[in-house]
């Protein structure tokens, strides 16, 4: 790593003696990240993770560049290659990610820093985060709004056929690689790409009256294809397992292709198994057992009844946030949960980081339940604002539900519906194009990051502003 506070130089005397100012927002997020010392303490005990001597090698980005430019890059909501672009072109830049005149690294290493850092991590992050808040007086957690949201992976839309297609591509391509390394070592197969290709084009483009009559045999051809790559595959990893080429580089390769195959050939399986039960043997797979992308296998289904887009494809995002725009608490779900399994918790949590429940609750129609009402009473919170989803409501609910104490909580909790619009248009949370479900959390937890600290520097501002003025 590189040292944490290196010398100044003459070049950024001259820029500092030119009175040359950071945007306030970032001049005061800037601050607040130096001055809490345990945040960034966290980040350098995990990027030294794993490292045997992390004071001694090639020299990295610091625990504060580190976290000041993922923060930036969340802001601005750029890719790596804008972010060190961007940071190296402009002086304002480099000193909010405290590079000043030294040299700004490539993207890559950008990438490489941030993929160091968990979702453990960055939750540790934001706890600490609202606890600076709390103790700074921006935040009172008297007020609570919750509501769950699906950031989406980056897939195409699933059918059998194009997961077949897919399965047979990628693996014929590695292999391809593989034997290019090892040309006597990995045994002979067939390239099927192309005839799979076409299989799957065919059952894309068939009508209603030729699914009935060609559906089921094209599919049979489709599998036995498959089947017959997923054994080639098999094979080729099983002959490479002692290959190490001419050079340790070769070796490297060698192994790398190995694990992506066989890591691979587990989920293909699924999807052969799922489209033989489902098309072939006429049975019905269960959502929580299918498998929508080999790419992504850890999507989920998710349906919330939303009129322009029924079907989602990635994770169903809870969040909690006060009445200051602080998300307070944010979890990646698995699967499709329901939302009104969510609400004990959820206090449960606030009174864990605020001492007390909060006197405002407000939530949309989708955590409603008899036990949740029940559970918010005897947890003592004030106000209690959750419309009864269906059913006749008795003359006592609709009287609680025309009051103003009421009305004045689903007024509140609209306000969730902007934070989570911030967060996909202004933050990237709409879309993860990382891979895995760990760059999912990452991304999530790094747009909350970036959505918190933006609010408690705009609090800090607006705090100095109305200040009165001195007798």
Not at 315 to 336: R, W
Not at 406 to 416: E, H, T, V, Y
Not at 424 to 445: H, N, P, S, T, Y
Request: proline share 4%; glycine share 6%; net charge positive.
């Amino acid at each position: 790593m590189r040292d944490s506070d290196p010398q100044i130089t003459f070049a950024d005397l001259e820029f500092l003696s030119q009175g040359i100012q950071l945007d306030p927002v970032l001049e005061q997020i800037l601050r607040f990240v130096v001055q809490n010392a345990a945040l960034v303490e966290t980040v350098r005990k995990q990027l030294d993770h794993g490292l045997k001597k992390p004071q001694t090698g090639r020299s990295g980005l610091t625990a504060e560049q580190a976290i000041l430019s993922l923060i930036l890059m969340r802001i601005k909501d750029w890719d790596y290659r804008e972010l060190a672009e961007r940071i190296a072109d402009g002086y304002t830049l480099r000193r909010f990610t405290q590079f000043y005149s030294q040299p700004v690294p490539k993207h890559d290493a950008f990438n490489r820093t941030h993929n160091r850092l968990t979702p453990e991590t960055l939750k540790l992050i934001n706890e600490t985060v609202v606890q600076a808040a709390v103790l700074a007086g921006v935040e009172d957690g008297e007020t609570l709004r919750i509501d769950t949201t699906v950031t989406e992976t980056d897939v195409h839309w699933p059918t059998d056929g194009t997961l077949l297609w897919d399965t047979v591509r990628v693996l014929t391509r590695w292999m391809k690689r593989l034997r290019k390394i090892v040309p006597h070592e990995v045994p002979r197969f067939s390239d099927h790409t192309r005839v799979a290709r076409r299989r799957m084009l065919k059952l894309q483009r068939m009508t209603p009256a030729e699914r009935e009559r060609h559906q089921v045999s094209t599919y049979k051809q489709l599998l036995a294809i498959t089947e017959d790559v997923l054994a080639d595959a098999r094979a080729a990893v099983e002959a490479t397992q002692k290959s190490c080429g001419q050079n340790p580089k070769d070796g490297l390769a060698i192994e790398a292709l190995r694990k992506q195959i066989a890591d691979l050939c587990p989920v293909a399986d699924r999807v052969v198994h799922q489209t033989r039960r489902r098309v072939i043997e006429g049975g019905q797979v269960p959502a929580n057992e299918k498998i929508y992308s080999i790419f992504e296998p850890h999507t989920a289904l998710i349906k919330r009844g939303k009129v322009g887009k029924p079907i989602e494809f990635g994770h169903k995002i809870f969040l909690a946030e006060s009445a200051q725009g602080l998300i307070t608490q944010y979890l990646v779900l698995d699967g499709n949960p329901s939302d009104e399994d969510h609400v004990k918790d959820c206090l449960q949590r606030h009174k864990d980081t605020f001492g007390s429940v909060p006197k405002m609750f407000a939530t949309d129609r989708g955590f409603h339940s008899q036990d949740n009402q029940k559970t918010c009473q005897d947890a003592g919170v004030a106000d209690v604002s959750i419309p009864q989803r269906g059913g006749k409501k008795t003359p006592e609910r609709e009287a609680l539900e025309k009051c103003a104490t009421f009305k004045k909580g689903q007024r509140f909790r609209a306000g969730i519906e902007g934070r989570i619009s911030v967060l996909f248009r202004g933050r990237g949370m709409k879309r993860c194009m990382a891979a895995g479900k760990d760059g999912l959390e990452l991304l999530v937890g790094a747009a909350v990051l970036a959505n918190n600290l933006m609010r408690i520097a705009t609090l800090l501002i607006n705090k100095k502003k109305a200040r009165p003025k001195a007798a």
